[in-house]
Nanobody, 125 residues
């Protein structure tokens, strides 16, 4: 029933932009905390950004702060990750995930309940 589908990944040059989408089905996104994670080859999965359901607070990893923006469109039941000024170090598979709690700050991948399949982002010249 619960399904998350990411889209919007692709190949982009350094300094370029992409907008990732995470479409939810089987439930309404309004009351879930949502996180974006990424995993590069040979690296552990790391949190990129998240948004709380209670007050809409957003959080970002230091490596992406000022370049990425997370947002939610409740009418479309979709969460977005706008990525600007992309760097080769941003190359990874990006996945969205949800947890039933209101808050996302301080929660790692193990605390998220449902995951999408992921979308590949490659930043290269």
């Amino acid at each position: 029933q619960v399904q998350l589908v990411e889209s919007g990944g692709g190949l982009v040059q350094p300094g370029g932009s992409l907008r990732l989408s995470c479409a939810a089905s089987g439930f309404t996104l309004d009351y879930y905390a949502i996180g974006w994670f990424r995993q590069a080859p040979g690296k552990e999965r790391e949190g990129v950004s998240c948004i709380s359901s209670s007050d809409g607070s957003t959080y970002y990893a230091d490596s992406v702060k000022g370049r990425f923006t997370i947002s939610r469109d409740n009418a479309k039941n979709t969460v977005y990750l706008q990525m600007n000024s992309l760097k080769p170090e941003d190359t990874a598979v990006y996945s969205c995930a949800i947890r039933t709690g209101n808050y996302c700050s301080g929660y790692g991948p193990a605390q998220y309940d449902y995951w999408g399949q992921g979308t590949q982002v490659t930043v290269s010249s």
